[in-house]
């Protein structure tokens, strides 16, 4: 109904702009010139038949072309800061004006003058649009001259400012929480987000949704399923779940990997790094950057496993020792077990003999319930050492 609608009135628009064009074209004596002696209406009708056709025919590509537009300007305004919308909104009105000045001056221009009003207030506009955005701190910096926002101004200030004889770290103005490849791609950022632990705005810098892309787009099965996964989080975080997410579109050209990147941003924002990656934890911790570690959460709320627990594991593949069996949790804790090479594929009971705790995650050693009717519980220390090996 309201395509219907739409595309009648861009018919009735372009109906009067054909009346519009016979009517220049009467009036300047280009029939004329041209030899055609024809009665004013005929051409009315004519020109107003043929542009309301005209219209009718390709207002639903229109109508397309318009919306794809508003979806294309949403998804870049959405990652776009409030300072920013609001200096580049007060540059466009500033010469919106500035060419509304100088439009009066084209009024006496004949058939061109309404047409080179509207390219200056289009250029005026994006011009006064583009200034603004880049210089936001002088455009905003004169809301200060206005007294009612210099006075909640100096209340902000008064507030901020710690007390003689404390020292209290500066308030952030916006908490940002910076997503990494990694911890995109692992989808547990989207169960955490759903709970509520987490505040403030997830902040997906461009450069990681461009190597998201590209692992998207690659020609190995696994790597671009990994990719299309890290999509998909990133679109359910954004659709259902109530913090918001923000694209922050600066780069640093000077730097190619992703992983420095993060830590240049994390740096200049003062805003900490959600991973799972080990290497950037440490590289992070030592720049200075605050990391929070997916990992790390999941084994402090892990429930613990204690030596001579019975668990039901499927042995995967072989272990690095002859012999050894591997078998995997549903969260990826690696289990080692002693003698379930025979076991390859099949699912069996086992009993728990040490676990081991590390910064890059939990390993859980076992051996067979069967073979340990036959033989002492537990794992030698050397088989141990070698497993991690």
Known sequence: MIRNLIRGIITLLAGALGFYLDYLFLRLGLLQSLGLNLSPIWTYATMIVLFAISGFLVAPASIRSFLSLMRWLDSRLTGVPTHDLMSGAIGGIIGLIISSLFSNSFVSVTFFGPLLAVLLSMFLGYLGLTIGMKRK?????????????????????????????????????????????????????????????????????????????????????????????????????????????????????????????????????????????????????????????????????????????????????????????????????????????????????VLVTSVLQTAAGRMIFAKPKSSLEKKPMGLRPIDEMNAIG
Do not use: C, W
Request: overall charge negative; proline content about 4%.
């Open 137 to 349: 701190e002088d455009v905003l910096g004169f809301l200060n001259f206005i007294p009612k926002f210099r006075d909640r101004g100096d209340k902000t200030d008064k507030a901020d400012k710690p007390k003689e004889g404390k020292a209290e770290p500066a308030l952030e103005l916006v908490n940002y929480k910076i997503l990494d490849t990694s911890v995109i791609i692992d989808g547990r950022i989207a169960d955490i987000v759903k709970t509520g632990f987490l505040e403030g705005i997830l902040l997906i810098p461009s450069f990681v949704l461009e190597e998201l892309r590209h692992i998207a787009d690659s020609s190995d099965l696994l790597k671009r399923n990994r990719g299309r996964r890290g999509l998909d989080i990133l679109n359910q975080i954004s659709k259902e779940t109530a913090i918001k997410v923000h694209i922050h579109e600066q780069d640093f050209e000077d730097i190619n990997e992703v992983d420095s990147k993060l830590v240049r941003l994390g740096q200049v924002l003062g805003s900490p790094l959600l991973t799972n990656d080990y290497n950037l934890n440490k590289v992070a911790e030592l720049q200075g950057v605050k990391v929070l570690n997916i990992n790390e959460l999941a084994n402090a709320l892990k429930p613990i496993v204690l030596p001579g627990e019975e668990m039901l594991v499927q042995v995967m593949k072989e272990g690095k020792e002859p012999g050894q069996g591997v078998a995997y949790l549903d969260d990826g804790t690696m289990i080692v077990v002693d003698s379930g090479r025979r076991y390859m594929g099949q699912s069996v009971s």
